[in-house]
């Protein structure tokens, strides 16, 4: 044991590196924020993304290597985001990786940026083995996973449309709050009245655990909008308080309902939407009622990043599943 894995992730705007050894120990993290670049666009310009991934990955991926204190020599795989995400940002990725894998002799491992968010949870807690069921929020998805194995995963839920942090990035833009909108919005939630509101909650059956976040959505636009007509102004911390609390509510009671379902004890949440104050507290009273384990990343691992990636190559590397230079970006792909 003593597997050094550069790992390389760019599938929306973030430029990242990290070495990670092991599968759970990160000696670096790399991360280059596109934010201030996108900001003026109120959303990520992929075109945009694509070229300064380019600029960025030779910079990003040394200063990974150097604060590993490692060299090319040390490491024994490079793993890399193939999808899902934005193709022309997942390909300056997949091109960098493959172009470094074959210049160095070294195995490529195609890493799927969900499996990455999960494992994030791996190196932040040390004890934490599947199964267990986690719960994937981020700005393309939401899902209730059951993770069997460190490879191997069944969908428990899904969104049927947005996914909950596509939702708060629309209402942050309603409320004018701008890009990104999630962090936004939590931090004008925290000043605002979370029953002032009451915005719809879908389920699709007791059985069912798929999330719908587009009737809330709508809602929110409706009321903006009757409010507007009536002459009568919002109060946009309430509004904001609200629709987070309706969001939070779903995440919450499906996913315990999965892991109840699944006679699952231990559960983990993952993705962008998981850095959430108010989605994190109501999860750990949920947990503390049902006597369930609840584990979730720090902040810096909640968001895109690539010791993440290098967590998950890890595994698929242990288990000899290699890319090869046919590798290519996949923007839709499936868990
Ligand atoms: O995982 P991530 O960095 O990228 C994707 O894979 O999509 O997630 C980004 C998403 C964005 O929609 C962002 O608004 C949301 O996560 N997000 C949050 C918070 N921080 C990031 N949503 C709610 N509250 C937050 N504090
Ligand atoms: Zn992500």
Redesign the pocket.
């Known amino acids: 044991m003593n597997d050094l894995i550069l790992a390389i992730e760019s599938?929306?705007?973030?430029t990242a590196a990290a070495v990670v050894r092991d599968g759970r120990e990160v000696l670096s993290n790399v991360i280059s924020s596109q934010i201030p670049i996108h900001e003026r666009y109120g959303g990520v310009v992929p075109e945009i993304a694509s070229r300064n991934h380019v600029l960025q990955l030779p910079g990003v991926i040394d200063k990974a290597l150097e604060e590993a204190g490692c060299g090319f020599d040390d490491l024994s795989a490079i793993a890399v985001t193939y999808g899902?995400?934005l193709v022309g940002a997942l390909l300056t990725g997949v091109s960098a990786a493959k172009a470094l894998a074959s210049a160095r002799k070294l195995p490529l491992v195609a890493v799927n940026?969900?499996h990455g968010?999960i494992a994030a949870n791996y190196i932040a807690h040390k004890d934490l083995e599947p199964p267990f069921v986690c719960l994937?929020?981020?700005?393309?998805?939401s899902h209730i996973l059951y993770v069997k194995d460190y490879t191997d995963f069944e969908i428990l839920g899904r969104t049927r449309d947005d996914?909950?942090?596509?939702?708060?990035?629309k209402i942050?833009r309603v409320l004018g709050l701008g890009?990104?909108?999630?962090?936004?919005?939590?931090?004008l939630a925290q000043e605002g009245n979370s029953e002032a509101i009451p915005f719809p909650r879908v389920t699709f059956g007791e059985d069912c655990y798929d999330f719908s976040f587009s009737g809330v959505k709508t809602a929110v636009i409706n009321y903006v909008h009757k409010q507007e007509q009536k002459g009568e102004g919002i109060c946009k911390a309430d509004l904001a308080a609200s629709f987070?609390r309706a969001?939070v509510e779903a995440l919450v009671s499906h996913t315990m309902a999965a892991a109840k379902a699944k006679g699952c004890s231990v559960v983990a949440l993952?993705?962008?939407?998981?850095?959430?104050?108010?989605?994190r507290e109501a999860f750990s009273v949920a947990a503390e009622k049902e006597g369930m384990r609840l584990y979730y990343p720090p902040?810096i691992l909640?968001?895109?990043?690539a010791a993440m990636i290098g967590c998950a190559g890890y595994f698929a590397y242990q288990e000899g599943r290699f890319a090869d230079s046919r590798l290519n970006a996949v923007p839709n792909l499936k868990l």
């Open positions: 599938s929306c705007d973030e899902p995400g940026h969900i968010h994937v929020a981020s700005g393309g998805h996914a909950a942090g596509e939702a708060f990035d942050a890009y990104p909108g999630g962090p936004k919005l939590e931090k987070q969001v993952a993705g962008g939407v998981s850095a959430n104050g108010a989605l902040l909640c968001t895109d990043n």
